[in-house]
């Protein structure tokens, strides 16, 4: 069966890399943090001490990490693992990163030979767990049907977006929406709840009327409306607030890029930067509803 390197274990990394075990794929594992790839050792995968180590012998590579510069850091320049990776490799580069860092590492990959997709994903740490992620693919459509029943053992909806980076770009649009649609759901929950509803009545009658969206089906931002939602573990584990951010963040970068005009998008991104400076960049992004409760 396909020998697969998995590098970046962190909220979403370590249950796709676990449904891939799962699915019986012989797997060897790397992080930074030690205790992500020592939890994945004692389920069956090989422990790992560097990605190059991770990464020999492997047929796929998947990388799952926070940013532009972590995925650049993995890829590129003379210690990077395109200047070592065999020409038949193929990696799956799941992380969101900006369309244009995507494209720099589609173009060193295409010079050595190796074939590359970008491949964010959507569908949350609950996703991932699931195995119900969907995937934007980037990149072309031969590589993708060699990747597609690994990505298969991780998500549902695979999407070929279109060419390098399109992956990126689909998702920076997906997660703007989801952005503005959460800060949405968030004011109208503290202002219902001020004017004296009940949060779980008010969040039902919301899901169920026009004004419904998934963070009212899946993520309510108001404690306790929602068991396992990180509002209702004190926002921790789920989306870090400071990752919204940084996609909001990509989102702006490729509305210039185009010359669109994104003021939501722009407005989400302020608020989302207010909370980082209040210190809350570690919790799940839902955390924004501190920011209208009275
Ligand atoms: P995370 O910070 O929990 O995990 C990233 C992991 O990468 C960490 O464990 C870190 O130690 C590791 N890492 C960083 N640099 C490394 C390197 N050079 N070598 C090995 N490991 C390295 O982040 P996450 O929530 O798992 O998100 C990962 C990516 O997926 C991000 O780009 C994020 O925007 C995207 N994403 C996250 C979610 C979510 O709900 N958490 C959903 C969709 C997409």
Redesign the pocket.
Known sequence: MTQIAF???????LPMARNLLKAGYPLKV????RS?VDTLAGEGAVAAES?AEASDQAQVVIS????SR?VE??YLGEDGLLARLPADTLVIE????APESARKVHAAARERGVALLDA??????AGAAAGTLTFMVGGEAQALEKARPILATMGRNIFHAGPDGAGQVAKVCNNQVLAVQMIATAEAMAMGVANGLEPAVLAEIMRQSSGGNWTLEKYNPWPGVMENVPASKGYSG???AE?MA??LGLAQETASHSGNSTPMGALALQLYRLLLKQGKGKQDFSVVQQLFVQ
């Open positions: 590098i970046g274990l962190g909220h979403m990394g790397f992080d930074l943090v992500a990605a799952m990490l926070p940013a972590h850091g993995l799941c992380s969101t990163i964010p994903v959507s569908g949350g740490t789920g989306f870090m990752l940084k996609d």
